[in-house]
């Protein structure tokens, strides 16, 4: 089994950073694919970020390109996204998950292990 745990959220003015972690505790971290998603109220989960295993391959939505960025350190056993030049339109909570074939995926149907989420609130 493997437990995902995020931080990081909270409250930050339009235009602001923020840095999201996810540490992870059993299971075999380093053969995992991340990815990050968030839900807004009365909104889907939508796809935000993926990473590979390695980190090699990085894919992200639209939305969120050139202002956040996913990265992960294997011997930490953590996940990170980091968030740049905040909207309010990204208010939402953020979640990040496991997927064992090592790739990520843009579709949450493919993770098997959930986070409990953290908040984001961007303030215009």
Not at 44 to 58: H, K, L, P, Q, T
Not at 72 to 89: C, F, G, H, I
């Amino acid at each position: 089994q493997v437990q995902l745990v995020e931080s990081g959220g909270g409250l930050v003015q339009a235009g602001g950073s923020l840095t999201l972690s996810c540490a992870a505790s059993g299971g075999t971290f380093s053969t995992y694919g991340m990815g990050w998603f968030r839900q807004a109220p009365g909104k889907e989960r939508d796809f935000v970020a993926r990473i590979s295993w390695s980190g090699g391959n990085r894919h992200y939505a639209d939305s969120v390109k050139g202002r956040f960025t996913i990265s992960r350190d294997n011997a930490k056993r953590t996940v990170y996204l980091q968030m740049n030049s905040l909207k309010p339109e990204d208010t939402a909570v953020y979640y990040c998950a496991a997927e064992q074939l090592g790739f990520g995926s843009f579709d949450p149907n493919q993770y098997g292990y959930w986070g409990q989420g953290t908040q984001v609130t961007v303030a215009s």
